[in-house]
């Protein structure tokens, strides 16, 4: 009768952990991954921004290829860079000067460093959970073993 207990217990702790603890944690490396793209592509942006406003290379701003619809082209000549449009979210744009922008864009990768960090405390308490479960499964299956003996 207590075999049959154990038997059921274990079989329990697995599907918990296969179906809920490996699941949530699954989910957490799809989040932190969404995060991290997040992050690299603000710190391309970052980038970008340095090397289009940098006077030695642009000395008289730059040319750039603009789609105007329907994948055609027309080719942009900006000669004043002091001042930006920047989709700020929802295709919503705010005019920024370049130490708004930078400034903006420091502040949006903070804040998603944080969430990363955040979901990788949340992994990491995810992997403690299975280890604990896993070892309490562990620890029925040598009590079964100890019965038989």
């Not at 710190?43 to 006077?55: E, F, G, M, P, Y």
Request: aromatic share 6%; hydrophobic share 40%; proline share 1%.
């Amino acid at each position: 009768m207590a075999q049959t207990n154990i038997d059921e217990t274990v079989a329990k702790y697995d599907r918990f952990i296969n179906d809920v603890l490996k699941e949530d944690l699954r989910i957490l490396h799809l989040k932190l991954q969404h995060v991290n793209a997040e992050v690299s592509d603000l710190i391309q942006q970052k980038h970008t921004l340095r090397v289009l406003l940098d006077k030695n290379v642009h000395p008289n701003g730059f040319k750039s290829q603009v789609n105007i619809g329907c994948n055609f082209f027309m080719e942009a000549t900006v000669t004043d860079t002091s001042r930006l449009l920047m989709n700020i979210g929802l295709n919503h744009y705010l005019e920024l000067s370049v130490e708004e922008a930078l400034k903006y864009l420091d502040a949006r990768i903070k804040a998603y460093e944080l969430k990363s960090e955040e979901l990788c405390n949340k992994a990491a308490e995810t992997k403690a959970h299975i280890k604990l479960m896993l070892f309490n499964v562990g620890e029925l299956e040598n009590q079964k073993y100890k019965k038989k003996s």
